[in-house]
């Protein structure tokens, strides 16, 4: 008797993991690319960590987009997977993985808020001029892959990143230069 349940209970769960997928249909790649667009599209390069002394400044690219919905539906619960890498290189150099639209659903012909993806590598140097002048700072180029309803990831598009950096050194205490005032001449007093 306890043979017979536990082979019945083995096929009821092999018939279950069989219909399941089944019933749910994944979209393709081209499903995702009509039902939705990129726009807003900008890149630049960001602070990960400063520090004045000893110095050191690491800066990441950034990826922020928006997506507009292509569909008569609401869309909601979409993945974003940037990747950054060198120009012409097949190593990733970073990446950030976001659930970007989750509560509220993007309604039909509307864009979502400001999605934004920030590398969690990228250069080091002790200053934001060594960086500027580094002859190993190359191009850079951020993939952006989406995936939703279940689907494998789909490449949306390919973006070169900027040269733009989005950051600020502090000024250097005790350096700033003085205004030079000019001399006032007293005048003499003479007593008779």
């Known amino acids: 008797m306890k043979k017979r349940t536990a082979f019945l209970l083995i096929i009821t769960g092999l018939l279950t993991a069989a219909l399941i997928p089944a019933c749910s249909k994944r979209p393709s790649a081209d499903e ?16 990960k960590l400063y520090q004045p002394w000893p110095p050191r400044l690491i800066i990441v690219p950034v990826l922020s987009f928006r997506v507009k919905n292509l569909t008569n539906e609401p ?3 979409v993945n974003f997977n940037g990747i ?14 976001r659930a970007a639209i989750r509560g509220e659903p993007v309604q039909p012909g509307e864009k979502s808020e400001v999605i934004v993806l920030k590398s969690n590598f990228g250069i080091d140097g002790k200053n934001l001029e060594s960086i500027k002048n580094n002859p190993l700072w190359r191009p850079w180029i951020a993939r952006l892959f989406a995936q939703w309803k279940g689907s494998m990831p789909v490449l949306l598009g390919e973006y070169d990143v900027s040269r733009d950096i989005d950051f600020k050194e502090d000024a250097a205490v005790g350096q700033e230069k003085k205004e030079a005032k000019p001399e006032v001449k007293k005048e003499e007093i003479k007593l008779p």
């Open 84 to 97: 950054f890498k060198e120009k012409g290189s097949q190593i990733n150099a970073g990446d950030n993985f």
């Open 32 to 47: 995702i690319k009509a039902a939705m667009e990129i726009t807003d599209v900008e890149t630049k390069w960001v602070s």
């Open 75 to 77: 869309i909601y619960y």
